[in-house]
Nanobody
Framework: VQLQASGGGSVQAGASLRLACVHP????????MAWFRQVPGKQRELVAG???????DYADSVKGRFTISRDNSRKTVRLQMSSLKPDDTAVYYC?????????WGQGTLVTVSS
């Protein structure tokens, strides 16, 4: 069973979206979770990550605008995106990593128009 990502959509520049990543049967509390994004023709890039202990890290391009968080059940990780820009347009993927094990979600499309 893979991670399930949701929350993408089409918005105007300056709007907000919140993405969610959930594993339907597994608590994710012991995993380092991250959101990546990819546009056609470019490599997948790290957007934000959160360790099992709650330490967060962000790409410079989203610092101050995006917030990654884990909820109390530890089955969902969210990415709150604010002040969206056209350059944020991409397919967003969540990732769960523990040791050598890595699991990807199916991706959710975010489109930001100017």
């Amino acid at each position: 069973v893979q991670l399930q990502a949701s929350g993408g959509g089409s918005v105007q520049a300056g709007a907000s979206l919140r993405l969610a990543c959930v594993h339907p049967r597994r608590a994710l509390g012991s995993y380092t979770m991250a959101w990546f994004r990819q546009v056609p023709g470019k490599q997948r890039e790290l957007v934000a990550g959160i360790t099992a202990s709650g330490i967060t890290d962000y790409a410079d391009s989203v610092k101050g605008r995006f917030t990654i968080s884990r909820d109390n059940s530890r089955k969902t990780v969210r990415l709150q995106m604010s002040s969206l820009k056209p350059d944020d347009t991409a397919v967003y993927y969540c990732n769960a990593k523990r040791g050598i094990s890595t699991t990807w979600g199916q991706g959710t499309l975010v489109t930001v128009s100017s």
